[in-house]
């Protein structure tokens, strides 16, 4: 990976089922809108690719890393919860301590719904500090451009509240547009995040503000 | 053939939007009504800070509407909190599209 890159590059170990869109929509909207490159296990179209080395390279592949871990808990009886994200939380932190010079400078920031829900099922995580964002999209996007403002130290990124009101406009428009083209709930639903990112991409293309 | 026409049809209404995307991206000075931290704000393109924030959608949307009316702008959006559009308000007509449960439309002048 050239040096660039992986200085952009950020690991996404997120949900991505339907409940979740909101959420996942604001990352990728605001890492992109920061220059920043998500990189997603899912949307890859090489069904031979095992997943677990795909996270791997994934991981070491990126500097930084997204990770939300609301879903640990089933939201009815008799659905099983959900543990790949603690999982390859787990693998990023593997990485980042016997990663060796690869790792250096690696960055993490961890969402969850609420903020302590995790440690009853993953207790070693006592202590790491947890953003929630509440099922909220604004929070989402206030909590990421800070943590890429400050955590790390990217000072040319645009104020909080402009980038909000930037996805509004970007998810406004693109909606409206869909529509024009007529594509189905279902296609709007399904769509892959790399789709998505390559419309947001399109959109900034010559967005001057 | 029909497989094929379909994906066809697809792979144009992406490059489509993509186009129109890229366009709609160069729009600059439009006014949005949009939720901020629990709040409404009347905010500008571009604008680093908010026309106005107030405490609820009613007074936002009618700082907007003002803002048509004396030439501040051309348009106002108002939108959802999940990036929909609910009205949008233009110098020469209103119109109003709900976009949950039953769809209504209505368009007037301001």
């Known amino acids: 990976v050239p040096v660039n890159q992986f200085d952009k590059n950020v690991f996404i170990n997120c949900p991505f089922d339907f409940k979740y869109k909101n959420i996942i929509k604001a990352i990728l909207f ?34 930084y890393s997204i990770h939300d871990i609301s879903r640990m808990r089933a939201s009815k009886k008799g659905e099983y919860a959900r543990f790949n994200m603690p999982f390859e939380l787990g693998l990023n932190y593997g990485f980042r301590v016997y990663g060796g010079k690869n790792a250096s400078g690696n960055k993490s920031l961890i969402f969850s719904t609420k903020r302590y829900n995790y440690a009853r099922a993953v207790s070693d995580l006592a202590g790491i500090d947890i953003k929630a964002h509440h099922d909220d999209p604004e929070e989402v996007v206030r909590g990421l451009r800070n943590w890429i403002r400050n955590t790390l130290n990217k000072t040319d990124v645009l104020s909080a509240d402009n980038i909000w009101l930037e996805y509004l406009v970007f998810s406004g428009e693109f909606k409206k547009l869909m529509k024009e083209e007529n594509f189905s709930r279902k296609e709007q639903n399904r769509m892959e995040p790399k789709e998505y990112i390559h419309y947001i991409n399109k959109w900034k293309k010559e967005r001057s503000i | 053939v029909f497989k094929l026409t379909k994906t066809k049809t697809a792979s144009i209404k992406r490059a489509s939007i993509s186009r129109k995307l890229t366009k709609a991206g160069k729009t600059k000075g439009r006014v949005h009504v949009i939720p901020q931290q629990g709040k409404w704000a009347v905010r500008k393109e571009g604008a680093k800070r908010a026309v106005a924030v107030v405490s609820d959608k009613v007074t936002a949307v009618s700082r907007a509407k003002e803002l048509v009316k004396s030439g501040g702008t051309t348009v106002a959006i108002v939108h959802n909190k999940d990036g929909t559009i609910s009205s949008s308000y233009s110098s020469k007509k209103v119109t109003e599209k709900k976009t949950t449960g039953k769809k209504t439309s209505a368009s007037k002048s301001i």
């Open chain 1, 30 to 63: 605001t890492l992109v809108y920061c220059d920043l490159e998500p990189r997603i296990a899912a949307g890859s179209l090489d069904s031979l690719e095992l997943r677990l080395p795909k996270i791997k390279k994934l991981i070491e592949e990126s500097k």
